[in-house]
Every structure is written in structure tokens, then in C-alpha cells.
T-cell receptor, first 111, second 114 residues
Framework: GQSLEQPSEVTAVEGAIVQINCTYQ??????LSWYQQHDGGAPTFLSY????GLEETGRFSSFLSRSDSYGYLLLQELQMKDSASYFCAVRIYNQGGKLIFGQGTELSVKP | GAVVSQHPSWVICKSGTSVKIECRSL??????MFWYRQFPKQSLMLMAT?????????EQGVEKDKFLINHASLTLSTLTVTSAHPEDSSFYIC??????????FGSGTRLTVV
């Protein structure tokens, strides 16, 4: 089976930097994705790591280390609107393209 | 970008009745759609994979007779919750792989069974 573990909650202040970790156990996957979800909304894509290393997209960066079964999402210059749930997700080999999500991290940004 | 339209956005139904949720890919063909269920403060749990023109593949523990999935065309997949009960109240979201290989999500359906 597959499992992706994340901290359930993270709190930070505006302007700060926060890192959300994702540790996983999976038999094989194409890459690690990150999604943001506001209350009652659909997940929106943030970042994707097909290979080990760091990917940067504006204020968001994501990192993957397959040897450590670990990845993280880094959010810089936090804004109040970044308060949301964040999910890591993987697409498993030979599983018809289905995307499996982590448990999710609720980020609260305080003024 | 790719768009998946999901309807209804919310629905309230009486216990024992059935509810149909539709997902349409508006500007691309979706041979495969994925249906998720999400309880408050929890993750998106994959329920089933819907394939155009063939039977859906259900995840372990999901009752296929209760959650009927139909994918009759390349742009439309439906999920019908049959004989709904209060424990079926949840947020249901569909997703499809778009032409760029990414995943596009519908806006979700909030189902409340009373």
C-alpha cells in the first residue's frame, strides 16, 4: 500500500517562511505533487517534482529526495490568503494514473 | 486551461433517495476520471476510477452498488449515490487528467443527507 504523512497543522505569521514536510511509503511513483485547498473548494496545483531536488515557482518551492522518501513544500513571504490546507500527492506506477493524497496540513497564517 | 465542470455544487436530499453528480470536461476529452470523497478536515480519498466505455474500478472498501459510476462519453462522468444515508454526507470531487498530463479538478459537490 501507499501512505503519505504530513503534519496535521502548522501556524506561522505573515511574511514568514514555512516548510510543510511529506514522508511517504510507496512502491513506486512518477513524482511528488503539492496541492492547495481552501475550505469548500477544489484542490489547486502548486508544484511538482519528477526528479530529486528543488523546484521553484514564485513564492512556492518544493523539494524531493527519493532516497530519503521525503519531500517538502516551502512557502515564502507568507500572506493571509495562504491559510489553507496543503496536500502532497503521488501518481503510482501501473495504477491507471490515479493520484493518491497525503493526510493534509492545515496552515494558519496569523497577522 | 483545462476545465472540469461539476454539478451540483451542493445538494440536500432525504435519507433513502439517490443523488446524481455530474462532471464534464469542457475543453478536453477525459478518457479517465477519478472520484474522491472528502470528510471535514480530512484528506481526499479516492473512491473509484471511471473509464469511458467500460466499468469503473473501485477502491477497496467502496461499495460499487452504492456508488454507481457511469462514463458514457469522453466528456461526461457521473456518480450516483444510491439510497443515501446521513453517513454519506461528504464533499465529493472529480478529477481528470488533462492534455498536458496534469490533473484538473471539479469544484466539488457538498452532499448533505437528512
Amino acid at each position: 500500500g501507499q501512505s503519505l504523512e504530513q503534519p496535521s497543522e502548522v501556524t506561522a505569521v505573515e511574511g514568514a517562511i514555512v516548510q510543510i514536510n511529506c514522508t511517504y511509503q510507496t512502491s513506486g511513483f512518477y513524482g511528488l505533487s503539492w496541492y492547495q485547498q481552501h475550505d469548500g473548494g477544489a484542490p489547486t496545483f502548486l508544484s511538482y517534482n519528477a526528479l530529486d531536488g528543488l523546484e521553484e515557482t514564485g513564492r512556492f518551492s518544493s523539494f524531493l529526495s527519493r532516497s530519503d522518501s521525503y519531500g517538502y513544500l516551502l512557502l515564502q513571504e507568507l500572506q493571509m490568503k495562504d491559510s489553507a490546507s496543503y496536500f502532497c500527492a503521488v501518481r503510482i506506477y501501473n495504477q491507471g494514473g490515479k493520484l493518491i493524497f497525503g493526510q493534509g496540513t492545515e496552515l494558519s497564517v496569523k497577522p | 486551461g483545462a476545465v472540469v465542470s461539476q454539478h451540483p455544487s451542493w445538494v440536500i436530499c432525504k435519507s433513502g433517495t439517490s443523488v446524481k453528480i455530474e462532471c464534464r470536461s469542457l475543453d478536453f476529452q477525459a478518457t479517465t476520471m477519478f472520484w474522491y470523497r472528502q470528510f471535514p478536515k480530512q484528506s481526499l480519498m479516492l473512491m473509484a476510477t471511471s473509464n469511458e466505455g467500460s466499468k469503473a474500478t473501485y477502491e477497496q472498501g467502496v461499495e460499487k452498488d452504492k456508488f454507481l459510476i457511469n462514463h458514457a462519453s469522453l466528456t461526461l462522468s457521473t456518480l450516483t449515490v444510491t439510497s443515501a444515508h446521513p453517513e454519506d454526507s461528504s464533499f465529493y470531487i472529480c478529477s481528470a487528467r488533462d492534455r498536458d498530463g496534469g490533473y484538473t479538478f471539479g469544484s466539488g459537490t457538498r452532499l448533505t443527507v437528512v
